[in-house]
Nanobody
Framework: QVQLVESGGGSVQAGDSLRLSCAAS????????MGWFRQAPGKEREFVAT????????NYADSVKGRFTISRDNAKNVVYLQMNSLRPDDTAVYYC?????????????????WGQGTQVTVSS
């Protein structure tokens, strides 16, 4: 059974940084792409970043390019999201997700397991 557990969220000021972690278990971690999504209050969940199984393919939402960095440690079964220069509109619950294949993808339909989410709140 696949389990994904996010951590690292919190309340910060605009301009600050946070690093989210997602620890995975119950899978051959390096065989699957991983993604980060977020859902702000009153909005639909949206794509943030994705990384392929071996880390060679990475994509970001335009809204986070240049500020967020996704990475993974396949030896530790962990995927990270380094978030710099945070803005109030980054406030959301952040979810990590396991891809159905090794290929990175932006669509939610390409993912089949989700974590419980971690809250990120950015104040101005």
């Amino acid at each position: 059974q696949v389990q994904l557990v996010e951590s690292g969220g919190g309340s910060v000021q605009a301009g600050d940084s946070l690093r989210l972690s997602c620890a995975a278990s119950g899978l051959s971690f390096g065989s699957y792409a991983m993604g980060w999504f977020r859902q702000a209050p009153g909005k639909e969940r949206e794509f943030v970043a994705t990384i392929s199984g071996f880390g060679g393919s990475i994509n970001y939402a335009d809204s986070v390019k240049g500020r967020f960095t996704i990475s993974r440690d396949n030896a530790k079964n962990v995927v990270y999201l380094q978030m710099n220069s945070l803005r109030p509109d980054d406030t959301a619950v952040y979810y990590c997700a396991k891809g159905r294949t090794t290929w990175s993808a932006k669509s939610e339909t390409a993912y089949d397991s989700w974590g419980q989410g971690t809250q990120v709140t950015v104040s101005s």
